[in-house]
């Protein structure tokens, strides 16, 4: 505690007196600090970043240490003292020298500065030393590396606020959830993510290094992740079908920038009903990527970004997910998960509290709630939780239908015969970001004595109408009353262990031809209580698999004409053990043949990005599709274009089975890459080519 006692007096000093302590001088092309984050070194004498979670790390010598920065005074930072983040501070900067640290003992010591808020820019002008002290060899950097893109919740909005205020006071890099992750597998990470960043907006920015300029782009062969974590897609708008599509375009600009990372798609569930966890798994099943996942969170804090130990319950489930993708092996996070786990709640006791002083129940700061700490009395740990005149605390945490849960409580009040009231809810995807009404609420009212007793009360889940996402435990105190909580405990019934019926699956409409391309199949409707979702096998391995769909119907298409295609189909429940039953029996159907004569042959599809080839040299790349008007994949045409902007090149290749030629230049360059490839002509096919039924003829990048 000393040393933040010490750090936040030097900067109220110089503040003050406008005096420095340092005088020694390490310029900022210093090979001895260590930069991490989006950086630009076109001036090494200046070096900045705009990024939140842009930071620099440095071993030094002696009693303190000073920073000059040029960044304007809306900008916040973090300074971490010899890897002391439970007394690390937060601090608005000033433009000039910051003073960070002093009084310390005269040996070596660690800085680590991170930039917690993305205003502006940030110019390194100097560290400050004492008088003939050094900078020695930094950390060693991580081996692992992680990239973060998203939007507001993942760019820590509202960090420190349990109610979602704004104020860049309020906001946060090192707390956040892509921090946390980090630290817990020693990875290095950027945090490329931005407020009211749209799927659209992250295409457009994801190769700069400042946000909201188009220059300087972003060298991607300065960081190859190993890892890119993706939480987007909360404000877009429009129909699936569009918003799917962006998240492809962007999976491929990204794809492109990272060709060995894996890619992962991390949004949250249970704030709206319409939210792109409903359908990112699809994306992923459309890619027929290895290296590409998804994982989901719940959102349980019914604001619009969530807080500290909210962000301690993504890491929670980001870290459980990347453990069993990549086989990495976390330490324990550095902070609570608010988050309860296996129907339980969490930080039940109390023991537990987040930097900015919130413990896990809404809301801390609230009149007549107060978190107390006297481990003599307390009934389970050092602390509980202090409810006076009508004050109530409250925790949401994952639920589902038909479930019952058992809210087991000890209680206390400062007088016999002082009340409190225990409510259970449940409420459904809609729960969003705001204070909606539940579908359903329950209440108990318990009188206590001056000594702790057990309480307990059930309470189930509806079956009926929307599913149910969530349960809120809620305790109020009685109008006049002062009561102690602790050892909250939250179970539910047995998980769902069974299956959808009937198990094994069957068949409403055997797989039968849809003409000549195409073969449509019915599974019989499943029952289980806590849904059903259905997936289409090609067992053959000619056609395509459906992926996990609502709809018992499936129609495959752009198969082969007069061709065998055998299927099965299975089916799971939405439940969190995922219950799947058996297969169906395999059923075989033919496409059709020779109903259709090709008239002409056309462009489909074309895409145009680069690909990085080493070193930060990117060539380009066109890829076509070519169809005939039976929709049928041209085989063997020769496809010719022109790359134009930064290639200048006619290029041309032959389609495979599919239909699809890649077109490469010979040529690569270097940083941002902007051009546009036109096709000129298709040729060999077993029609003509008719350029006026293309459906697209140029794209660019």
Known sequence: MKKAIDAALAICLFLVTGSALAVNVIAPSDGNILYTGRWDFSNPTVPWAQAKASSIIVNFQGTGIAVDIDGGNSEYLRAIIDDDASNSFKFQLVDGLNTLASGLTDTTHKLELVKETDNSRLHLLGIHLDDGKFLESPPVRPTRRIEFYGDSNQAGFSLESERNQSGSHLQGAYYTYPGIVARMFNAEHVNFSKSGATTSSLITAHDRIDWSSSSPQWDFGRFQADLVVINIGANDRGPVRRRKSKYHELLDALRVEHPYAHIMLFNAYGWDFNEPANFIHEVIADRGDPDMSFAVFPWVFAQFHGCEYDHGGMAMVLAEHIQSVLGWAPVPQDLMSGFGANGDVANGSFELVAPFGGWGWRYY??????REHYPATAYDGDYF???????????????????????????????????????????????????????????????????????????????????????????????????????????????DSDAPTPDPMEWSALPMAAGGTSITMTAAPATDPSGVEYYFTNVSGNGNDS????????????????????????????????????????????????????????????????????????????????????????????????????????????TSTDGVAVMDTEDAVKGGVSFTFCVNSVSGGAAPYDEAQNVVTCASK
């Open 547 to 654: 992926g996990w769909q609502d709809s018992t119907v499936y129609t495959d298409t752009g198969l082969q004409p007069n061709s065998a295609f055998s299927y099965a189909v299975h089916a799971r429940d939405k439940s969190s053990n995922r219950n799947e039953t058996a297969m169906s029996t395999i059923e075989s159907a033919n496409t059709t043949g020779g109903s259709c004569t090709a008239n002409f042959i056309y462009v489909d599809t074309l895409t145009a990005n680069a690909k990085v080839i080493g070193q930060g040299n990117k060539i380009g790349r066109a890829t076509a599709t070519i169809l005939d008007d039976c929709g049928i994949p041209v085989f063997g045409a020769d496809v010719s274009g022109t790359f134009s902007g930064d290639y200048e090149e006619i290029r041309s290749a032959n």
């Open 365 to 370: 700061d609230d009149p007549g709630v107060s």
């Open 385 to 495: 939780l202090r409810l006076s005149n009508g004050a109530h605390s409250q925790q949401t945490n994952p639920a589902e239908s038909g479930e019952t849960y058992t809210v087991t409580a000890w209680m206390r009040g400062t007088n016999d015969g002082d009340q409190v009231d225990i409510t259970v809810d449940f409420r459904d995807q809609g729960m969003g970001a705001g204070e909606v009404s539940p579908m359903v609420a329950f209440t108990e009212n318990k009188t206590l004595t001056t000594s702790w007793q057990e309480y307990k009360m059930d309470a189930t889940a509806p079956t009926s109408g929307n599913p149910v996402y969530a349960t809120r435990v809620t305790f109020t105190a009685g109008p006049s009353d002062t009561v102690d909580i602790d050892a909250v405990v939250m179970k539910s019934a047995e998980p």
